[in-house]
Nanobody, 127 residues
């Protein structure tokens, strides 16, 4: 089992930056693929980015490519989401997710792939 705790959300003006962190419990963090998802009011939860166990492979949804960067530090049991050039459309609750083992570029984008979730952190981008 792994428990996930997100932090780093907040209110930022359009064009600004935020860095989200997700701290994981347990000794086997490096055995988990990780993902960041978001859910805006009235919308379905959608993938933002995902990263493989060792960090060598990453996936981004089209709307954040070139603006967001996912990374992980397995020594610190933490995955990050650096968000630059934020837009009002990025406003949502952001969730960290984990699944043990490998994911493909196809399964990484599916919320059903992941079986561990954090409680979420609110990101609000003002225009």
């Amino acid at each position: 089992q792994v428990q996930l705790v997100e932090s780093g959300g907040g209110l930022v003006q359009a064009g600004g930056s935020l860095r989200l962190s997700c701290a994981a419990s347990g000794r086997t963090f490096s055995s988990y693929a990780m993902g960041w998802f978001r859910q805006a009011p009235g919308k379905e939860r959608e993938v933002v980015a995902a990263i493989s166990m060792a960090g060598g492979n990453t996936y981004y949804t089209d709307s954040v490519k070139g603006r967001f960067t996912i990374s992980r530090d397995n020594a610190k049991n933490t995955v990050y989401l650096q968000m630059n050039s934020l837009e009002p459309e990025d406003t949502a609750v952001y969730y960290c997710a984990a699944v043990r083992g490998y994911v493909t570029s196809y399964t990484a984008s599916d919320a059903r792939t992941y079986n561990h979730w954090g409680q979420g952190t609110q990101v609000t981008v003002s225009s």
